[in-house]
């Protein structure tokens, strides 16, 4: 059983996905358990492909295999660029103008520059605008995606885009899927 370089290649990549596996366990870089097992699983066939094909004589290697440590290399440091960014990024001071709402939509507050827009500031505001027939669609879909008890609202407005109600009817909730049915 000789190696050659197809072999220490391949047994490489292997390793390299088995560290991005484990990568992927820290809370800073936390990929979910499939992938981790995804990637566990390509590190283990790449090393024992490198063994099996080690005791097969005269084999030749296409010249890309050369580039294949790459592909483990690059999910690597997207890991940890994302891991980087979101760390810098929870490290930031707050806003001190900016609050968060209950359903976890920021609060707008109303200021001169912004005075023709609508003014969001408190949990009760939001379901204003929820049920609001004069509120914007990207209005619509930012509490639809953020305050999901206040879904059905958004699908009983009839302003909510079509788009909007077939997500929202995706999402399978009973009151939901009974607002849309009222519309109809």
Do not use: Q
């Not at 066939?45 to 290399?73: D, H, Q, R, T």
């Not at 008890?149 to 009839?158: E, F, I, S, Y």
């Amino acid at each position: 059983m000789s190696w050659v370089s197809g072999e220490l290649i391949l047994a490489v990549t292997g390793v390299l996905f088995a560290v991005v596996a484990a990568l992927g366990t820290m809370p800073s870089a936390a990929l979910a358990t499939s992938m981790r097992l995804l990637y566990l699983s390509i590190g283990v066939m790449s090393v024992g492909a490198a063994f099996v094909l080690s005791s097969i004589e005269g084999m030749a290697y296409p010249p890309a295999l050369w580039v294949l440590p790459l592909v483990p290399c690059i999910i690597g440091a997207v890991m940890i660029s994302d891991s980087h960014r979101h760390t810098h990024h929870d490290n930031l001071p707050a806003d001190p103008t900016t609050e968060t709402l209950a359903c976890g939509m920021p609060a707008i507050t109303k200021n001169a520059e912004s005075a023709a827009h609508p003014t969001v500031s408190t949990d009760a505001d939001v379901a204003l605008v929820a049920a609001d027939p004069a509120a914007a669609p990207s209005e619509l879909a930012r509490i639809a995606f953020a305050c999901p008890h206040l879904r059905a609202a958004v699908a009983a407005n009839p302003a909510t885009p079509a788009n909007l109600l077939e997500w929202l009817a995706a999402v399978g909730d009973e009151a939901v899927v009974a607002s849309i049915a009222r519309r109809a």
